[in-house]
């Protein structure tokens, strides 16, 4: 819980059996995770059995693809801050506190792996995977004028109820390239965004995709294109953007409140003064007609 909002943490889960229930602990850990989802996208022989015990819930997707299997844990859950993230070892539930803080001012809070303080050692985020991730990002950041990016991979994020109910009729795409899709359209829709920086460690297993070279490859051509076509308009959709629709944020809310706080002891105040006005000074001075 934070701030009396539910947090939910979504795992997609393929091939980490041999991480997952660390993954689930290390969340469960901070106290301030409310419900750890895992999502079973025909994951391998195990790791049920690895889930069982730790508290999560586990369901499953059937339809293969790392964003089929978010999309599912998000149409799964009714919690006011949602994180994606993944059981492979690689990140970590000492950065939930880190994406709460930061939802305090914004409804979506992207992570990235590229910081190099962050990086610890076997991370899998060579020069390729932590240039290339950088470059799109940037070209994201460039041609949408947003503010810093410097990840387009990261899962680990953290997007309000609000947000996630504004993009998810427009949330398509099933594989690997799910998460710059909902960068994307938080773009679109005008959503306030900020990035922070994960620690991002050695991850326990081999990837189905960054761990190939030319998967990885055609991963960054695919989210290449994917940015220059939500640019250039092969994305056209009837969105409703966030400065029409959305609440105000946290510290605006805040503040309106003090203001209005601030008034009504202004009108109690005048209204003290008013009727002191109209009482008599000393009892000696109220009259027969008074008392009746």
Not at 74 to 95: K, M, Q, R, V, Y
Not at 198 to 204: D, E, G, L, S, T
Request: glycine share 8%; aromatic share 10%.
């Amino acid at each position: 819980m934070w701030h009396g909002k539910k947090v939910a943490v979504i795992f997609p889960t393929y091939n980490e059996k041999d991480s997952i229930h660390q993954a689930i602990l290390s969340y469960y850990a901070t106290n301030l995770v409310d419900e750890v989802i895992v999502v079973n996208n025909n994951a391998a022989p195990g790791t049920s059995e690895e889930v069982a015990g730790t508290g999560a819930r586990e369901i499953f997707e059937s339809k293969q693809g790392y964003g089929n299997a978010l999309l599912c844990g998000l149409d799964s859950t009714d919690a006011n801050l949602i994180i994606l993230s993944e059981p492979d070892g690689t990140f970590s539930g000492h950065d939930v506190i880190k994406l709460l803080a930061y939802s305090d001012d914004v409804p979506v809070v992207f992570g990235t792996r590229t910081t190099r303080e962050f990086i610890w050692q076997g991370a899998n985020m060579g020069k390729f995977l932590r240039w290339g991730n950088w470059a799109v990002a940037k070209m994201t950041e460039v041609l949408f004028n947003t503010t810093l990016l410097t990840d387009m991979g990261c899962t680990q994020r953290l997007l309000s109820r609000e947000a996630v109910q504004q993009i998810r009729p427009h949330l398509t795409i099933g594989g690997s390239h799910f998460g710059p899709q909902v960068l994307l359209e938080v773009i679109e829709h005008g959503i306030p965004f900020v990035e922070i920086p994960m620690n991002y460690c050695a991850r326990v297993g081999e990837s189905s995709v960054t761990g190939s070279y030319w998967k990885a490859w055609k991963l960054g051509w695919r989210m290449i294109f994917l940015v220059l076509g939500y640019r250039f308009g092969l994305h056209p959709r009837n969105r409703t953007l966030w400065q029409a629709s959305a609440a105000p944020p946290p510290h605006a809310r805040q503040q309106q409140e003090d203001a209005h706080s601030n008034a009504s002891l202004v009108a109690l105040g005048l209204e003290v003064q008013k009727h002191e006005a109209k009482v008599p000074e000393t009892l000696d001075s109220v009259t027969v007609k008074d008392l009746k």
